[in-house]
């Protein structure tokens, strides 16, 4: 391969110019690596072209949603719980401090000083007052107050718990970013209250925003402490400390022209980059390893750097080539996932991989040219006749044990894969951000706590709305008709003609725009009607004004009396899932209000029999201090519909059990009116994103292997030695996934990463192997002694890597984040488990096939 040779002699003659590039190169990228930018909002795991983030973010905008942050009070030593004097007091203050925050949608915050107590004010008549506009000054008082928001139905589990031990406020927010810094500042307010209550907050924004805040911190410890095992490992292997220093080197220069090319690029560093430096630093010295080990087993024999380092490159150029290629091959086929920060995680890392092999193949000779003087390299290397370590004697004994025993190591390897698919057919594929954190941390506490007394702290928006058809479109006209025939002698043959000519024009207009709503059909009509009656004083056009007018608002849904009663079929079905606290609709406000019109009794708490009733319920909520509220469950035009549904949980499953629950309803139910569902709400959204992960993981894992075989293939110009080289990391990759099937692990994002990124890996191993005993094999002629010669120099080398390349992922179980603590354990006992996998199934599959193999 000629460029091996010209890499090497430019790397070799020209070793200044060399290593002066690759600094100014460094220096070029890393200074955009101060532009950083923070991204931890999950909607950005789904492109922003996606279906279900569009329609988030147009609910958000049609029902005036924000994100939320739950701050929850309990007292449990006393026997009003919160509902005490001072308790209210505190509550009160902190609320009116949050009210002055430039990010807070104050008018929706939901606290007992800024909500209604509805009630009666005789018949036909309803009284809105503040639940609590000053403290209370005593116990009764107190008491009071908690029995006016248990009789509020839209208040009643969601502001106050059943047992009145505990009360919540939604503090609605602009940004969900500003979650943090808010959490902080709540803390604050509250560490001067001394009333024996305990407060926690809670909310996936507050618990995606300070995982962003804590995830920087975590790669602050472990990316320094991951140098730090990799440099002390380097050090125990090959002792001379200036000549480790290169790995290190070329380690830090592949972060920091990684990290700086995104940054640069304009790329923000979600949670997945924020990953790089900690995948990177491990696996960008794999390729310095296997030259420094066979550099220290060939240097005693030529007591020359130069001629040393020539066959040291000459052996092991092409190997590096190909595990290079296949790393990055594993990594970059995450582009094929439809994530966002999981493509540029996986491009980035591949980009890295190779300016790291870059690095190795031209630094690395570079730096030894230059730095390491030739006499410090006296006592450098391994003597052949100098006693053996105790990895040279497992070695052995592995090469005795795969050539005897290779019968029984193939049995076991086909158990252990029925084993482990047997595994993975129980894996439950689930995720909830809250569970990134550890149980105790006070996030995990506050959704225990605060879901146990509450309806739930996690959102999720059921959107209906109507959708018209051309029958519907024609009825209306029909229905104009009628009303104009009704009048037609008063109205005199002219004007007649010129309202069916109006309406017949707007029904065609509309039908060829296929525009099909009635309520813009009676709009444009009734502004026909307008028209005439500046032209004509007639008290018959003024009644088909009026009429129009009522058509029209007997049109709008969400006044429906009928429709009504459906969605409150389908809010008691959400609410009978045992993952469903609680589910709030417009069904809440006009019930509540129409009791009060008509008495407040009991039996009174109903859905008003006519559309009127409906729209006098409505109207008489306009007049309250909140009126706002109402434009959260419907819009203006009463056309849409929203169901806040709040769930006790924020796993995907529980997400994805509902609304599975609600399609088979609806399929059996029949709406009185053709409307049209979607799903929106962070909670939501994670299941979203999180059923494409797996999907794109899934296309990912395909993809990565048939390339790397391809890859296999033609390195070893063999397909059958191809089959083989993937065995291993097959093995590996079942045996790793079955394992977290078997232990009830949830497949969650972490793990979904962590099957795509570990082909590339994993297979380095075999290429290594395969390749070092082929050429051996070339020259021996003989398996057992090509067996027992690969289990010296060339296997030292891959045992060196694996163990370096695992042991640098561990600091990641230091840190106070699961998913981090997941990648750590589980890379590191996939690639460990693939080494030893290398060891022991290829050699015992090599043997009865080494006819075929070694033509």
Same mark, same amino acid.
């Given at each position: 391969m000629i460029i091996k040779k010209i890499v090497t002699d430019i790397s070799i003659k020209y070793s200044k110019y060399v290593i002066s590039f690759f600094i100014l190169m460094t220096v070029i990228l890393a200074i955009f690596i101060p532009r950083i930018k923070i991204d931890t909002d999950p909607e950005n795991m789904l492109s922003q072209e996606n279906f279900v983030r569009k329609f988030h973010d147009y609910a958000k905008e049609e029902f005036l949603l924000n994100d939320i942050i739950v /701050?929850?009070?309990?007292?449990?030593? $006393?026997n009003e719980g919160v509902f005490n004097p001072?308790?209210?007091?505190?509550?009160?203050?902190?609320?009116?401090?949050?009210?002055?925050?430039?990010?807070?949608?104050?008018?929706?915050?939901?606290?007992?000083?800024?909500?209604?107590?509805? $009630?009666?004010?005789?018949?036909?008549?309803?009284?809105?007052?503040?639940?609590?506009? #000053?403290?209370?000054?005593?116990?009764?008082?107190?008491?009071?107050?908690?029995?006016?928001?248990?009789?509020?139905?839209?208040?009643?589990?969601?502001?106050?718990?059943?047992?009145?031990?505990?009360?919540?406020?939604?503090?609605?927010?602009?940004?969900?970013?500003?979650?943090?810094?808010?959490?902080?500042?709540?803390?604050?307010?509250?560490? #001067?209250?001394?009333?024996?209550?305990?407060?926690?907050?809670?909310?996936?924004?507050?618990?995606? &925003?300070?995982?962003? /805040?804590?995830?920087?911190?975590?790669?602050?410890?472990?990316?320094?402490?991951?140098?730090?095992?990799?440099?002390?490992?380097?050090?125990v292997f090959f002792k001379k400390t200036s000549l480790i220093l290169s790995p290190m080197i070329i380690s830090i220069m592949s972060v920091l022209m990684t990290m700086g090319l995104l940054i640069g690029m304009g790329y923000k560093v979600h949670i997945m980059s924020s990953m790089i430096p900690i995948f990177l630093m491990p696996i960008a010295v794999v390729d310095s390893v296997h030259i420094l080990s066979v550099f220290h087993d060939l240097y005693p024999e030529y007591k020359n750097k130069e001629s040393a380092l020539r066959s040291t490159m000459d052996e092991l150029f092409v190997p590096m080539l190909y595990t290079s290629l296949t790393t990055c091959v594993g990594f970059a086929s995450l582009a094929l996932t439809p994530i966002p920060?999981?493509? @540029?995680?996986?491009?980035?890392? *591949?980009?890295?991989?190779?300016?790291?092999?870059? +690095?190795?193949?031209?630094?690395?000779?570079?730096?030894?040219? +230059?730095?390491?003087?030739?006499?410090?390299?006296?006592?450098?290397?391994?003597? #052949?006749?100098?006693?053996?370590?105790?990895? &040279?004697?497992?070695?052995?004994?592995?090469?005795?044990?795969?050539?005897?025993?290779?019968?029984?190591?193939?049995? *076991?390897?086909?158990?252990?894969?029925?084993?482990?698919?047997?595994?993975?057919?129980?894996?439950?594929i689930n995720d909830n951000p809250v569970i990134w954190f550890e149980k105790n941390h006070e996030i995990r506490e506050a959704d225990r706590i605060l879901n146990k007394h509450f309806a739930g702290t996690y959102m999720a928006y059921l959107v209906l709305e109507r959708e018209y058809t051309a029958e519907d479109m024609k009825n209306s006209l029909e229905k104009t008709r009628s009303l104009f025939d009704e009048y037609e002698t008063d109205l005199g043959e002219s004007l007649y003609k010129d309202l069916n000519h109006a309406a017949d024009s707007v029904y065609k207009k509309?039908?060829?725009?296929?525009?099909?709503?009635?309520? #813009?059909?009676?709009?444009?009509?009734?502004?026909?009607?307008?028209?005439?009656? &500046?032209?004509?004083?007639?008290?018959? +056009?003024?009644?088909?004004?009026?009429?129009?007018?009522?058509?029209?608002?007997?049109?709008?849904?969400?006044?429906?009396?009928?429709?009504?009663? !459906?969605?409150?079929?389908?809010?008691?079905?959400?609410?009978?899932?045992?993952?469903?606290?609680?589910?709030?609709?417009?069904?809440?406000?006009?019930?509540?209000? !129409?009791?009060?019109?008509?008495g407040g009794q009991e039996e009174d708490f109903r859905i008003p029999d006519t559309s009127s009733g409906v729209a006098q319920s409505l109207l008489s909520f306009q007049n309250s201090h909140t009126p706002q509220m109402l434009w959260h469950f419907v819009t203006p035009d009463y056309e849409k519909g929203n169901i806040w549904v709040q769930l006790k949980n924020g796993d995907n499953k529980s997400m994805q059990e509902v609304t599975e629950s609600i399609e088979v309803w609806m399929e059996e139910n029949n709406s009185p009116m053709k409307i049209k569902h979607n799903w929106a709400g962070l909670t939501y959204v994670n299941v979203v994103w999180q059923n494409e992960m797996v999907r794109g993981m899934l296309s990912s894992l395909i993809g990565s292997f048939v390339v790397v075989f391809l890859m296999m293939a033609f390195l070893f110009k063999s397909p059958l030695w191809g089959i083989l080289s993937m065995?291993?990391?097959?093995?590996?990759?079942?045996?790793?996934?079955?394992?977290?099937?078997?232990?009830?692990?949830?497949?969650?994002?972490?793990?979904?990463?962590?099957?795509?990124?570990?082909?590339?890996?994993? /297979? &380095?191993?075999?290429?290594?192997?395969i390749e070092r005993a082929r050429d051996i094999y070339s020259e021996e002629k003989d398996w057992k002694v090509t067996l027992d010669k690969m289990h010296?120099?060339?296997?030292?080398?891959?045992?060196?890597?694996? @163990?370096?390349?695992?042991?640098?992922?561990?600091?990641?179980?230091?840190?106070?984040?699961?998913?981090?603590?997941?990648?750590?354990? +589980? @890379?590191? *006992?996939?690639?460990?488990?693939?080494?030893?996998?290398?060891?022991?199934?290829?050699?015992?599959?090599i043997k009865p096939l080494k006819e075929r193999l070694f033509l």
């Open positions: /701050v929850g009070i309990v007292n449990e030593k $006393r001072k308790t209210l007091q505190d509550i009160h203050t902190l609320t009116e401090n949050i009210k002055t925050w430039d990010g807070v949608i104050k008018e929706d915050i939901i606290s007992p000083s800024t909500q209604d107590n509805i $009630r009666q004010g005789g018949v036909g008549e309803v009284i809105f007052e503040w639940l609590m506009k #000053e403290p209370p000054k005593n116990i009764e008082d107190s008491i009071k107050v908690k029995n006016n928001i248990m009789s509020n139905p839209v208040l009643k589990g969601t502001m106050v718990s059943e047992d009145g031990k505990a009360l919540a406020l939604y503090i609605p927010i602009k940004s969900k970013d500003l979650s943090y810094e808010y959490s902080v500042r709540i803390k604050k307010i509250i560490s #001067e209250f001394n009333n024996g209550d305990s407060y926690y907050i809670s909310g996936l924004p507050v618990a995606e &925003d300070t995982f962003g /805040v804590l995830m920087f911190k975590q790669m602050e410890i472990s990316a320094p402490l991951a140098m730090l095992i990799i440099f002390l490992l380097l050090k920060p999981v493509r @540029i995680f996986g491009l980035f890392v *591949a980009f890295g991989i190779a300016m790291a092999w870059i +690095l190795t193949v031209a630094f690395i000779p570079a730096y030894i040219i +230059l730095f390491i003087k030739e006499e410090s390299l006296s006592d450098f290397g391994k003597d #052949e006749d100098s006693k053996g370590t105790f990895i &040279d004697a497992i070695l052995k004994k592995n090469s005795d044990f795969t050539f005897v025993h290779y019968k029984k190591i193939i049995a *076991a390897t086909c158990i252990l894969v029925l084993i482990s698919i047997y595994g993975i057919s129980r894996i439950i509309m039908a060829d725009s296929q525009n099909y709503s009635v309520q #813009e059909y009676y709009s444009m009509v009734k502004d026909e009607v307008e028209l005439a009656m &500046d032209e004509n004083d007639s008290f018959d +056009l003024e009644y088909i004004y009026d009429t129009l007018g009522e058509y029209h608002s007997e049109s709008q849904t969400f006044k429906n009396p009928e429709m009504l009663r !459906y969605i409150e079929g389908l809010s008691k079905q959400l609410d009978t899932n045992p993952n469903v606290g609680k589910s709030n609709s417009i069904i809440q406000i006009v019930k509540k209000v !129409y009791q009060e019109l008509l065995i291993p990391l097959s093995v590996t990759v079942l045996f790793s996934y079955g394992m977290i099937g078997l232990v009830g692990k949830s497949y969650d994002m972490p793990v979904a990463v962590l099957s795509s990124l570990t082909l590339g890996l994993s /297979v &380095d191993f075999a290429i290594h192997f010296e120099k060339p296997a030292r080398a891959v045992v060196k890597n694996a @163990i370096i390349i695992s042991v640098a992922f561990l600091p990641l179980l230091l840190a106070p984040l699961v998913p981090y603590k997941t990648v750590g354990i +589980l @890379i590191s *006992a996939i690639l460990m488990v693939s080494s030893i996998a290398t060891f022991i199934i290829l050699p015992a599959l």
